[in-house]
């Protein structure tokens, strides 16, 4: 359980003073709270950790999170009503995210000078009361034995999404998620972390969130005015989220100020992507990133995602200090400094792509670029989650639709739309891997002009199998409920009759791959060296001409 600093500012006298006097008895209290009498159940053997605002104690079955009574600047908890509103806050807010674990908040009460929770005498403090589960749960300590996967990453994206899609939508103040807040949190950080550093940063870090923050003015009130800005988690990194069974639970969010919690659900999502990539698994952030945008259709969050993700990694490289200071480490940078690193990769120059998909039904294109863009933190567009998407934050309908969705006009405007997003992904500096089977040279011939305009490069990867696995590979497939495409075996039929083959000039621009090969190849690097290779040449760095069709 970790919490979230903001800049310390030098307290004034009073504010010390206030603090000294809060102070008392908590010595007593603290004592008390690590004795098995003290509680009301089996306690056992009671464990202590402390962190920056809170103590938690483990005891037996439970948890106990009781405020320290301090005052950082940022927030006052020298009063007892001001820690009895947190402890309330903190339960209400985070039974969102998991409400199995969080039980209600417990009164510790005194008399003489024995404390017990939930005992008669004269109230003192209150504390969150949890249920505990196991720490090696947590995506941290997975992360540490090699076991977090996509399965665990998948269902965070599930539970993100879903809890995005119905988080209140007015903040409680005006101001919150508009373009100067947004800026302003930016500049206090970067302040507070070279007055903690004792050294400024390197003047490039200053002036990309200088120069980000101006030029996504505009992005940042739109997205206000959508009503994107939501009361979200605000502390999302790994230590805050946990395995249960086939399950993950987020816990411990941000209660103290609302100003962190009424963010832009794309910098809520920036959390975990950028801790992902702090502890050296990209694969998964894109995973994470794929999955989330899947679920949300939200693809306007792009724009802005790296300047949340910089601003989360200057907060992590912030707690680092504050922590190596507090247990006196010898390199008290040594902590941040995978933060930092985030940083510097976020800000360089980005080189994105646009890889088309192009294959029959059954060719096993959805499949293997599923994998491909993990593996190349691409963003990958479904033609089949989005020809079935009304709007973002809409859950798609998996049903199959009518058949006039499928006639040439309409099949004309879904490409229309794919496009769209492309040209929107590419722009946020993102490679763009479109999954559609690109069978007419109208619709390539358009993807690779957007491609020339941009001056990105372009390729086509052509997914292939025999006849006869196409056709097992679309029963199959028609055959399980909910599936994503609507392609059966009359459609593979009209593919196969109606394809426009590719022109001598595309074929310089495609890379071949048999997919008929165990599943497991698509998520090595091997299977997609061809690939790799030619996104390193030179002469992939501008679309070939190509007419228009």
């Known amino acids: 359980m ?4 903001a800049p310390a500012p030098h307290l004034p006298t009073h504010a010390r003073q206030s603090e000294r006097l809060a102070q008392r008895g908590w010595r007593a209290l603290d004592r008390a709270m690590q004795r098995p009498c003290t509680y009301r159940h089996p306690a056992g053997r009671i464990r202590r950790i402390e962190t920056h605002l809170s103590v938690v104690y483990l005891a037996g079955r439970y948890a106990y999170k009781l405020k320290k009574r301090v005052n950082p600047g940022f927030v006052d908890f020298t009063r007892a009503d001001a820690r009895e509103r947190a402890c309330a806050a903190e339960f209400g807010l985070n039974q969102r995210f998991a409400r199995e674990l969080y039980c209600g908040v417990a009164m510790i009460a005194r008399r003489g000078r024995v404390y017990r929770i939930g005992g008669t005498g004269r109230m003192t403090e209150h504390a969150v009361q949890m249920r505990r589960f196991d720490a090696q749960e947590s995506f941290i300590a997975l992360h540490a034995r090699g076991e977090l996967g996509f399965a665990e990453i998948d269902a965070l994206a599930g539970q993100l999404a879903s809890f995005h899609r119905r988080a209140p939508r007015t903040p409680p103040r005006s101001v919150f998620g508009t373009a100067p807040f947004v800026q302003q949190q930016m500049q206090a950080v970067l302040q507070a972390l070279e007055r903690e550093a004792g050294t400024r940063l390197p003047e490039r870090i200053a002036a990309w969130c200088d120069g980000e923050g101006k030029r996504l003015a505009g992005h940042f009130d739109a997205r206000r005015a959508g009503g994107l800005v939501r009361e979200c988690h605000g502390d999302l990194h790994l230590d805050n989220i946990v395995r249960r069974g086939k399950r993950v639970l987020m816990f411990d969010c941000i209660e103290f100020d609302a100003a962190l919690r009424w963010v832009d659900v794309a910098s809520d999502l920036s959390f975990p992507l950028m801790d992902l990539h702090a502890h050296g698994r990209p694969d ?9 945008l899947q679920r949300t259709g939200d693809f306007s969050a792009l724009p802005a995602l790296r300047y949340y993700m910089v601003y989360r990694a200057l907060v992590r490289s912030l707690v680092a200090l504050l922590k190596a200071r507090a247990h006196r480490c010898d390199d008290r940078f040594a902590q941040a400094a995978p933060y930092l690193k985030v940083v510097e990769r976020m800000i360089a120059p980005q080189r994105p792509c646009l890889l088309l998909c192009h294959g029959y039904s059954g060719s096993g294109k959805s499949v293997a670029s599923e994998a491909l863009a993990s593996l190349i933190g691409a963003v990958r567009l479904s033609s089949d989650v989005e020809r079935k998407r009304a709007r973002p934050f809409v859950p798609v309908d998996p049903r199959p639709l009518p058949a006039a969705a499928y006639s040439p006009h309409s099949i004309d405007q879904h490409y229309d739309v794919l496009q769209q997003l492309a040209q929107q992904v590419l722009l946020a500096g993102y490679p763009a891997l479109v999954d559609a089977s690109f069978l007419k040279s109208l619709h390539r011939s358009r993807f690779i002009a957007l491609a020339r305009s941009l001056a990105v490069p372009v390729l086509l990867l052509d997914f292939h199998a025999r006849a006869h696995q196409l056709e097992l590979r679309v029963q199959a497939r028609a055959a399980a409920s909910h599936a994503a495409s609507d392609a059966g ?14 022109s001598a000039e595309e074929m310089q621009q495609t890379v071949s791959f048999d997919t008929e090969v165990p599943l497991a190849n698509f998520g090595h690097l091997g299977y997609w060296r061809k690939l790799l290779r030619r996104l390193c040449e030179p002469r992939a760095a501008t679309a070939p001409e190509v007419a228009h069709g």
């Open 284 to 292: 998964l952030a894109a995973r994470l990133l794929n999955g989330w």
């Open 489 to 502: 075996p009359l459609v593979l039929i009209r593919q196969l009759a109606n394809e426009e083959p590719l």
């Open 2 to 5: 970790a919490d979230h600093p």
